[in-house]
């Protein structure tokens, strides 16, 4: 008798450490170390627009993890966690990523601001681009000609990199109007679970096409003057806090991001010209790089704040910032495509 419960308590110790290997093991598949519910990953570089977000979210819970504050709950019908990156590739990686980790994300958002590069757009535009690039991950060669370091022109495959081509087509180097830089797009490598152990190189992360569907079908109401260009209730906006023109949202074609702020002009034409960027930032080249090894769909939102390198004053861009509406149009895109894709079939996940 002794015997048979000395081996019951065994059986049942077995079991719930079996139980807890698989639980933790399934855990670590849905990368969720801190929170497992299905959600939207949202992530703001400005912590402007991200207070706007959290603001209409309701049910929340905020964790603070390595410093970085995450917000949980319901935003417009979905499920979400939203977090603020702050400027650059770096952190918008490492931010992603440790969202990722810890929770279990199923799409993907970034939504901010950024500099034009499409001299047709105006300041307060809202882009949603279709893909989005790193340009300046570049070989620097001594002179315009190609490189080639392993033996043939643009070979650089010995040392473990791929210049960058766009539409089959090498993409040539960046020249100043007086001499050449130099300056070769390179590829980057990326390694997944789909692709392992060889990996690949990509020039391109391409938006989640679900996602972008919706995207094109929504119609955000964009403001001309910021929420601050009203000093009192029922008054007339000041006009020296109102854009120009009335802010359009423009979907397709490439973002770009950089570790760079770019104030460069000749830079600028080189990648509308080379590889018809619409939009110039520092975060969501690296945040799609991020998707894409996690294998997690994802869309981005920015709203202009200048032509990028522009040399003459803009009063527009003293408007769109000390009115704030920069970060007012960016979410209001944000919340309108979050509406539109709450309405969506369940399948698409993060609903509550």
Not at 11 to 33: D, G, I, N
Request: proline share 7%; glycine share 8%.
């Amino acid at each position: 008798m002794a015997e048979r419960n000395v081996l019951s308590v065994l059986l049942v110790a077995v079991t719930l450490l079996a139980s807890m290997v698989c639980s933790r093991a399934e855990a670590a598949q849905a990368r969720c170390l801190t929170d497992c519910t299905p959600r939207i990953g949202i992530v703001s570089a400005f912590g402007q627009e991200a207070d706007i977000l959290v603001a209409q979210t309701a049910r929340k819970r905020s964790v603070v993890i390595n410093g970085n504050r995450f917000t949980t709950g319901v935003l417009r019908g979905n499920r979400v966690v939203i977090v603020l990156s702050g400027v650059s590739m770096i952190n918008s990686t490492m931010v992603t990523q440790l969202m990722l980790d810890h929770f279990r994300v199923e799409r993907l958002i970034m939504s901010g601001i950024a500099g034009g590069v499409n001299p047709a757009h105006h300041v307060g535009d809202v882009t949603i681009p279709e893909r989005w690039s790193m340009p300046m991950e570049v070989y620097w060669n001594h002179d315009g000609s190609p490189p080639a370091p392993c033996g043939s022109a643009g070979d650089v495959s010995c040392l473990g990199l791929k210049l960058a081509s766009v539409d089959g087509k090498p993409v040539p180097s960046f020249n100043l109007p007086e001499a050449p830089t130099g300056l070769f797009m390179r590829e980057n490598f990326v390694m997944t679970s789909a692709n392992s152990p060889k990996g690949e190189f990509r020039f391109d992360y391409p938006v989640d096409e679900a996602m972008m569907g919706v995207a094109r079908s929504i119609q955000p109401v964009l403001q001309r003057c910021g929420p601050k260009a009203v000093q009192t209730p029922g008054a007339e906006p000041d006009p020296k806090q109102c854009v120009a023109a009335q802010p359009k949202l423009i979907v397709g074609g490439r973002g770009v991001s950089a570790t760079v702020f770019l104030a460069n002009p000749h830079y600028r034409r080189y990648l509308f010209e080379q590889l018809q960027a619409q939009t110039f930032e520092m975060e969501t080249a690296a945040f799609a790089h991020v998707a894409y090894a996690n294998q997690v769909p994802y869309i981005a939102f920015r709203s202009l704040s200048d032509l990028a390198g522009a040399e003459e004053f803009n009063a527009d861009v003293g408007a769109l910032f000390s009115s704030g509406l920069a970060e007012a149009n960016a979410s209001a895109v944000t919340l309108a495509f979050l509406d539109a894709w709450a309405r969506q079939p369940r399948k698409h996940g993060a609903r509550p």
